[in-house]
């Protein structure tokens, strides 16, 4: 059974389509989002691995191809080539597919890092945004459907699918000439640029708008990009979730400092935030270091240097005394 939130995600989120279906939306509400914190393995066995995988890829099965699924430590070792095998080459399931429902939660699992448990770390070595299209690389800045249409939708989609006089127009009954259009027919544009690769037909995409586009949907294909605040909420949300948590979770790189809730953050036996201080916070201070300093954070080779923006909303909030709102 999965469930609808109405809290926005953590990692990542993507539509499941069951009982989250953009179908349900009414007019131009913004897309619902689905909650991956509550994603777990048990959930992709039973739906996705056992139903279409391990009739091969077990013991019993003769583990095809050097192949065996029957355990998470498994799955999560070879999550690259069920990427690349599933959502790339489009080889497996051999002799099916899979119904894009199953699709959907097999990639919003793989994005969200291959959690085991509900609300778990990303999986070792498998950070969020890792396989499949690399979310977590996209600053959130660009998520708003303006630059979507800008980059994705006018460029590559609506030579065919808008209102044409001769009545030729909207290919597939499929408009995206508005945001209203576009997240009407979310569901099936998921599934057919990235589950059965045949949108667009002749030019495919490139990988920086195949990221953007993804990373849109995941966010809940908002209307406007996400504004960051000074609270608490707004930074884990925008920030950490998707810039530091891939490595600063108990089992990443960066393990040490665990930034995983707000106590990590407010420890007092660390100067990780030193409420009211900036200056005496590391968090503050690694966030502020130059483009090229290999000890900002996020690390020069993971991502962007975080925008003056963000800076001084992030000093803004410890300045305030970092309260946890
Ligand atoms: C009917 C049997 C069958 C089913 C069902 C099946 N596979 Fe396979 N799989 C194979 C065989 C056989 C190979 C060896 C390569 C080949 O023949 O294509 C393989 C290879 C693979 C590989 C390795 C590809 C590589 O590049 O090394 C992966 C990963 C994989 N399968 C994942 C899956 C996943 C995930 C599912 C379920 C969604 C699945 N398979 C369902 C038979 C199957
Ligand atoms: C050159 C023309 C062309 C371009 C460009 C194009 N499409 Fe299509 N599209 C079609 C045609 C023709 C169909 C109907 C046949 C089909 O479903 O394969 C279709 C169908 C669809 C459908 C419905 C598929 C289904 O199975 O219900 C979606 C969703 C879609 N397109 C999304 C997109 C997106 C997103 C883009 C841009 C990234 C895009 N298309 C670019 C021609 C195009
Ligand atoms: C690609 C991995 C990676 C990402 C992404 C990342 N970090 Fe780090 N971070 C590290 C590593 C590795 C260390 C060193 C950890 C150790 O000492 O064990 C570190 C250390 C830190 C420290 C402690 C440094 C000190 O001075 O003691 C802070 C604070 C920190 N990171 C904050 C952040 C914040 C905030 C973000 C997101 C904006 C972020 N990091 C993103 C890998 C990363």
Redesign the pocket.
């Known amino acids: 059974m999965r469930v609808c939130s109405r809290r926005f995600l953590h990692i990542l989120v993507l539509f499941i389509f069951n009982s989250c279906s953009f179908q349900h939306q009414k007019g131009t509400e913004a897309a619902s989002a689905v909650d991956v914190s509550k994603m777990s393995y048990e959930q992709v066995r039973v739906s996705v691995i056992d139903k279409y995988c391990t009739g091969c890829h077990s013991v019993a099965g003769g583990n095809s191809g050097g192949i065996n699924l029957e355990s998470y430590a498994n799955v999560v070792a070879d999550l690259s080539k069920i990427n690349q095998a599933c959502f790339v080459d489009h080889t497996m399931p051999k002799n099916g597919s899979l119904a894009p429902q199953d699709a959907a939660l097999l990639h919003a699992w793989m994005q969200a890092g291959a959690p085991e448990m509900p609300g778990g770390a990303p999986a070792p070595e498998n950070p969020g945004g890792s396989v499949g299209h690399s979310i977590s690389g996209v600053d959130p800045s660009l998520l708003s459907y303006q630059n979507l249409n800008e980059q994705v939708f006018t460029p590559s989609c609506i030579e065919c699918h808008s209102k044409k006089d001769n009545g030729e127009g909207d290919k597939g009954g499929v408009n995206l000439e508005s945001y209203a259009t576009v997240t009407k027919n979310l569901d099936r544009l998921f599934v057919a640029v990235f589950y059965e690769a045949k949108m667009p037909p002749k030019k495919p995409l490139s990988n920086t708008q195949l990221d953007l586009l993804a990373a849109w949907i995941a966010a809940g294909a908002p209307e406007e990009a996400p504004v960051l605040k000074s609270t608490f909420s707004s930074i884990e949300k925008i ?2 979730s998707q ?2 948590i ?3 979770n108990p089992k ?6 665990p ?1 995983t809730n707000y106590k990590d953050l407010i420890n007092p036996n660390s100067t ?1 935030i030193v409420p009211g201080h900036p200056e005496k916070s ?2 503050y ?3 502020s270091k130059a483009e090229d300093d290999e ?1 900002r ?3 020069p ?3 962007k240097r ?1 925008s003056d923006d963000w800076i001084g909303k992030i000093k803004q909030w410890i300045d305030d005394g970092a309260p946890e709102n």
């Open positions: 920030v950490i810039k530091c891939q490595c600063h990443g790189k960066a393990r040490h400092v930034l990780v590391d968090l201070i690694d966030i000890d954070m996020p690390p080779k993971a991502s975080l």
